[in-house]
T-cell receptor, first 123, second 113 residues
Framework: QVQLQESGPGLVKPSQTLSLTCTVSGASITSGSYYWSWIRQHPGRGLEWIGYISYTGSTYYNPSLKSRLTTSVDTSKNQFSLRLSSVTAADTALYYC??????FGSGTHIDYWGQGTLVTVSS | DFVLTQSPESLSVSLGERATINCKSSVSVLHSSNNRNYLAWYQQKPGQPPKLLLYWASTRESGVPDRFSGSGSGTDFTLTITSLQTEDVAVYYCQQYYSSITTFGPGTKVDVK
């Protein structure tokens, strides 16, 4: 059974960096069949894809966040991580990590999601 | 930009009746190289992450009941729940992955009349 679990601070101050880690169990992060993704959901609203990383470290980011975003992968721990810098209240959201199916070098549908972690940006 | 719109915003359906949700893309998501529609549907219940229902517009994910079906091609798609059950009360999202920047529709809320 594939499971993903987000971890990280639930409260971040404005202008600081939001850092989250996703731990994957039941599947190897080194599979070339998947991309490891981050998606967020603002309170009471829809879904926004943030970006993904492959086990080799290849990344693809949403242009709206690209300048503030860094992702990494730790294959020894079967984890991947997100760092979003210079956060504002607009970054307050429920952050999900997820597994996205890879198809000819692009991400497709998302078959497994973490439960999500709420991150609030506030002083 | 790939913009997805969904209609209706919300839908009340009697138990056992049909629910139909529409998703329209601003750009065709039909890939000419493989004749596949790069579109998926998800179900999200309160307090839970989205759950994959259908991908390639009409392929049902393993374990998804066959009362859920998807149709359409190009820019217009439909998710149909043929006989609504109590456990189907949720928000439903479509997703396009034709673009490397995947986007989601705004969601359609389904509840029981």
């Amino acid at each position: 059974q594939v499971q993903l679990q987000e971890s990280g601070p639930g409260l971040v101050k404005p202008s600081q960096t939001l850092s989250l880690t996703c731990t994957v169990s039941g599947a190897s992060i080194t599979s070339g069949s998947y991309y490891w993704s981050w998606i967020r959901q603002h309170p009471g609203r829809g879904l926004e894809w943030i970006g993904y990383i492959s086990y080799t470290g290849s990344t693809y980011y949403n242009p709206s966040l690209k300048s503030r975003l860094t992702t990494s992968v730790d294959t020894s721990k079967n984890q991947f991580s997100l760092r979003l810098s210079s956060v504002t209240a607009a970054d307050t959201a429920l952050y999900y990590c997820a597994r996205q199916i890879a198809d000819f070098g692009s991400g497709t549908h998302i078959d497994y999601w973490g439960q999500g972690t709420l991150v609030t940006v506030s002083s | 930009d790939f913009v997805l719109t969904q209609s209706p915003e919300s839908l009340s359906v009697s138990l056992g009746e049909r629910a139909t949700i529409n998703c329209k893309s601003s750009v065709s998501v039909l890939h000419s190289s493989n004749n596949r529609n790069y579109l998926a549907w998800y179900q999200q219940k309160p307090g839970q992450p989205p759950k994959l229902l259908l991908y390639w517009a009409s392929t049902r994910e393993s374990g998804v009941p066959d009362r859920f079906s998807g149709s359409g091609s190009g820019t217009d798609f439909t998710l149909t729940i043929t006989s609504l059950q109590t456990e189907d009360v949720a928000v439903y999202y479509c997703q396009q992955y034709y673009s490397s920047i995947t986007t989601f529709g705004p969601g359609t809320k389904v509840d029981v009349k």
